[in-house]
């Protein structure tokens, strides 16, 4: 039976799954609007680029307005600028033309990306209020547990819509927001305006907290980042794979999306229920996670074919899943409450800057394998060192606790 406690983390797990499906779930369906409205190929990548970036740039704008205005408020505004832009991309077939059409989908989906930009960081940022010690790192589990099934079931929700209509996949978008907005609406009762201060406050602030732990913050912010960035950029060389080199579509394609990202769903639950507040099992967790990747990426050097490219791609979300618990935990654990809302929303938004440029870095990479997995390879160590160098700059009395602040 669901506590009180279970269904806040439910409701707020929905909160990143929200932002996820937003960009994952039309990939599928890219080639059918491409078709229907007569557009080219950059036209119809146009749709994911304008989702993503406006969703990154807003994330830390997101945090001084929540803490201006409330986190509860500043969600419940997110989440109806997402259910508004769906309603503006689902109506923008019936209008006319094909430019009006197009166009209109265009400013739905910048719509939807400014709201979305307001979900999952803010998330994080509400769990390390409500949540503390043990409660607090099941809570960041549970919500990289949403984040990894709406990349899981996202593409099968973008299947469904095509063999539908493709623009229902807007109206079931609408439907899952007004869920959220009516649980957050319900179940989150913080609503009080936290450390409020001017712009210029804020941006010092934020300046302040960076220049005292830019020695463990940024390299956690830059492995985050860069974890993402292979990982969707590889989804979009497996997606490549699949269909035009080896015809693999329909629910097929789905299915194997499905394998290394409910892998990866599975892996983060695990870790998030393991490390708790243990410093040394968040330290096991990490290193694990980053040498199954290397590992993975150096196999894709060696190594091309289908198969071993669905494997490669299972371990490595395998070891994506143990270590970005711990990236959340790191970084909503280790900073004021004060500074919590601001670190958080940079953090998302260095994450989603690697949702948004992977697909379009590796669609270029891919063309050329062994160089692909080369670029990879060398960003992933180059996290590793900093992550390392990150952890011996920290004096004895600066360990990276996991304690609630």
């Not at 996820?20 to 039309?26: D, L, R």
Request: charge should be positive.
């Amino acid at each position: 039976m669901l506590n009180k406690d279970n269904i806040l983390m439910i409701i707020l797990g929905f909160l990143p799954f929200v932002m996820v499906i937003g960009n994952s779930m039309f990939i599928p369906i890219l080639p059918t609007i491409e078709m229907e409205l007569g557009i080219n190929s950059a036209q119809t990548g146009l749709l994911l680029t304008v989702f993503s970036i406006p969703a990154a740039l807003i994330i830390p704008f997101t945090g001084f307005f929540a803490n201006k205005f409330g986190r509860k408020k500043i969600i419940l505004i997110s989440l109806f600028l997402v259910g508004t832009g769906s309603i503006l991309s689902a109506v923008s077939p019936f209008i006319g033309s094909t430019e009006a059409s197009y166009a209109l989908l265009i400013i739905g989906r910048v719509i939807q990306g400014l709201g979305a930009g307001g979900t999952a960081p803010l998330a994080m940022t509400l769990v390390g209020d409500l949540f503390t010690a043990g409660k607090r790192s099941k809570a960041l589990g549970t919500i990289e547990v949403f984040n990894g099934l709406g990349k899981m079931l996202s593409p099968f929700f973008g299947i469904i819509a095509v063999m539908i209509v493709w623009h229902s996949a807007f109206w079931f978008y609408l439907l899952l927001v007004t869920v959220t907005f009516l649980g957050i609406l319900t179940y989150v009762n913080t609503d009080k305006p936290t450390y409020p201060m001017s712009i210029k406050q804020y941006r010092n602030n934020v300046k302040a907290v960076l220049t005292k732990e830019h020695k463990w913050l940024l390299p956690v912010f830059f492995t985050g980042g860069v974890i993402l960035f292979i990982l969707f950029g590889l989804l979009v060389y497996l997606s490549y794979e699949a269909e035009m080199v080896y015809l693999v579509n329909g629910m097929t394609k789905g299915i194997l999306f499905a394998v290394p990202l409910g892998v990866m769903t599975i892996c983060s639950y695990f870790s998030g229920r393991y490390i708790g507040d243990d410093v040394g099992r968040v330290k096991i967790m990490v290193s694990s996670g980053l040498g199954l990747m290397l590992v993975v990426l150096i196999g894709g050097m060696l190594q091309h074919s289908f198969v071993m490219l669905v494997i490669m791609m299972t371990f490595f979300s395998a070891g994506a899943g143990f270590l970005l618990p711990c990236c959340n935990l790191f970084v909503t654990s280790n900073v004021s409450k004060e500074d919590r809302g601001s670190v958080v929303s940079l953090y998302g938004m260095v994450r989603f800057m690697g949702v948004a440029l992977g697909p379009l870095i590796y669609s270029q990479w891919m063309y050329n394998e062994w160089w692909m997995f080369m670029y990879s390879f060398l960003l992933l160590i180059g996290a590793v060192i900093w992550l390392y160098v990150g952890w011996l700059a920290l004096g004895d009395g600066d360990s990276l606790s996991t304690s609630p602040t």
